[in-house]
């Protein structure tokens, strides 16, 4: 359906799917930077927390000190948990949303430059093909439609699950701190 009439808009062609999958790629590596970082980072604070946790816990003079203790860390500990799986989640939706900003892009360029191809047939189609190239028109109106649909309902989805974890995460927070607040009496 697309063709490419001169070495210009080969080039062309070329150079923006090399561009686009340059960016796929970059996209894909900064992210798995980020988690990396984040999981040493983790894995490193994790380390540190357990040692000074452990020391914490075997300096208790006895069973209640120790109980005592032992439930003092479990607040924190839940927290860094869900600060982890936020950032986690954080990065996951950044690439998402940069991941579909470029998907758009593509396809408002290939709706684009179909289009133009469209409108070029038309002034040298033989007569009587109006039939043939509104259907086409409608089809591409169609399409154009039901992506612009599906983006919006997945850009519902993503909002509402981010807000259905952030609430999950905070009652899950609060639980934990009313759980620990009571084993301390």
């Known amino acids: 359906m697309f063709t490419i009439t001169t070495p210009e808009q080969f080039a062309a062609a070329n150079k ?8 796929l790629a970059n996209t894909a590596l900064a992210s798995a930077e980020r988690i ?22 075997l300096g208790a003079k006895d069973a ?14 839940l927290e860094k948990a869900v600060a982890y799986t936020r950032s986690v989640y954080e990065i996951s939706a950044q690439s998402k949303e940069e991941i579909g900003k470029l ?8 709706q684009k430059q179909t289009l133009a191809l469209l409108e070029k047939a038309t002034k040298n189609a033989p007569a009587g093909s109006d ?13 154009t439609t ?24 905070n009652a899950t927070v609060k639980a ?4 620990a607040a009571n084993v301390k009496k």
Do not use: H
């Not at 923006?16 to 960016?23: E, F, N």
């Not at 000190?65 to 500990?77: D, I, K």
């Not at 998907?103 to 290939?110: C, G, I, R, V, Y």
């Not at 934990?176 to 759980?179: D, E, K, R, S």
């Open 146 to 169: 039901a992506f612009e649909s599906m983006n919006k309902a997945a850009k519902q989805v993503a909002e509402i699950a981010e807000a259905n974890v952030a609430a999950a995460t």
């Open 36 to 57: 990396a970082a984040l999981n040493l980072n983790t894995a490193r604070s994790m380390l540190e927390d357990g040692v000074a946790n452990a020391k914490a816990m």
């Open 16 to 23: 923006a799917s090399v561009d686009a999958m340059l960016t």
């Open 103 to 110: 998907l758009e892009a593509q396809f408002a360029d290939f």
């Open 131 to 143: 039939v043939a190239v509104s259907a086409v028109k409608s089809a591409i109106a169609s399409a």
């Open 64 to 77: 209640q000190e120790f109980f005592s203790v032992q439930a003092s860390l479990a607040q924190p500990s």
């Open 176 to 179: 934990v701190g009313a759980t």
